[in-house]
């Protein structure tokens, strides 16, 4: 049989696994998943074992669990790393979800004809690495692996991938390999691949403002006592300025300036404004003056605020100047920028800005550090020539606004380059309710996977 009569006759079941799959709740974040979390790495290693998988084997963590296997058919071939992750996002809010999150189900859209199925962590990173394991039993069960292949699937990604640098300077040896495979990026349209050469980096910051030392009333003490949500709101909103530059002094200091004709050719990529601002229900755009919408997402630095809160927010109105404010802030980073040189330019920038009638606290999260791909090596050319295959067009190479910091990481520890060739589009709601994922990108994937071996073993010659 040939793989893609493997692949076509195994359709059914592929769909099946990976809805079994997204049925487990694998939220990192949430304490309370911890052992979903742990039932989702069986899974995925009861299938890397079925898949024809040596040397499977769940690796501890002191978080959750990284699942690793391999296959190594001849040692003077090159081996190919595949990197993905079982976590998901958290699902709420519950409320704005059409269907249950952790209960997929298959529906149509104008931008999936298809099909697309609608489940916490479909498209990010469940359904994406799943058409790994199905390309990989294809690619086996014909006799057409044409690499060594190692998969190592973590489920901390969407925490940060705090335990995943520690476990690859443990394990060099084991994850030795010339290339990191990822598929956790989009595509700009089905009808347009599109391979992405770059990600932003990341600072994500707590801040904490506290006004007096307990809730006062309103009226007794207002317009006399600094409301530490007044000052919050001001303090954020000074961040930027009348156009849109971040106000950090410093900020913009190691930016890596990108030439005018890299410019002008990220440019050229489709992108329709009307159809973005449907998309959204917006208006207008907004951002940064003198830089489109595709620069703004991808080769320029922001920041916004991700969550805000304090005082009353119950039912009806309590008359109360609270004590405390708080507000989740995160800066997307470009290359060159250094995560914890902005995290502490931040902290100095709010803790000087701060009037004296507030304290305030600043607590650095997670960060992690930009990362570009070059495009005339041999797996850059590889996933090129993949796609071209499977989509009938060449694909167009394009920066993503998103994060994986453990690509940069990849590269320091593991001394070895990614290529992140991805399926999702950037419309299927990552992070979001009703987040899917096209059937058509699921097997689309599927499909490629094996150009992409084929064509790196030639081309890594
Ligand atoms: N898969 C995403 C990153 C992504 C999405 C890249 C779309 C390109 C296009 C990843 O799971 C993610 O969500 N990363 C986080 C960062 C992480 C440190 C929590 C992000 O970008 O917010
Ligand atoms: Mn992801
Ligand atoms: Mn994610």
Known sequence: MSLQQYLDTHKERFLEELLDLLRIPSVSADPA???????????????????????????????????????????????????????????????LWESGPFDPVIKKTKLHPEGAIYARGSCDDKGQAYMHIKAFEGMLATDSLPCNIKFM???????????????????KEKLACDVILVSDTSIIANDTPSITVGLRGLSYIEVEVTGPNRDLHSGVYGGAVANPINVLAKMIASLQDENNHITIPGFYDDVLVVSDDERKQMNKAPFSLDDYKNDLDIGDVHGEKGYTTLERTSIRPTLDCNGIWGGYIGDGAKTVLPSKAYAKISMRLVPNQSSDKITELFQKHFENTAPASVKVKVSPHHGGEAAVTPTDTPEYQAAYKAMEKTFGKAPIPARSGGSIPIVALFEKVLGVKTVLM???????????????????????????????????????K
């Open 33 to 95: 998943f911890k052992d979903d979390v742990a039932k989702t790495a069986e899974f995925v290693k009861d299938k890397l074992v079925q898949a024809g998988a040596d040397n499977v084997e769940i690796c501890k963590t002191k978080g959750h669990p990284i699942v690793y296997g391999e296959k190594i058919i001849d040692s003077s071939l090159p081996t190919v790393l595949v990197y993905g992750h079982y976590d998901v996002q958290p699902p709420d809010p519950l409320d």
């Open 153 to 171: 699937i973590e489920g901390e990604e969407e925490v940060g991938s705090v335990h995943l640098g520690q476990f690859c300077e443990e394990n």
């Open 422 to 460: 991805g399926f999702g589009l950037n419309s299927d709601a990552i992070h979001s309710p009703n987040e899917h994922y096209g059937l058509f990108n699921y097997y689309k994937g599927i499909e490629t996977i094996p150009y992409f071996f084929q064509y790196y073993r030639e081309l890594k």
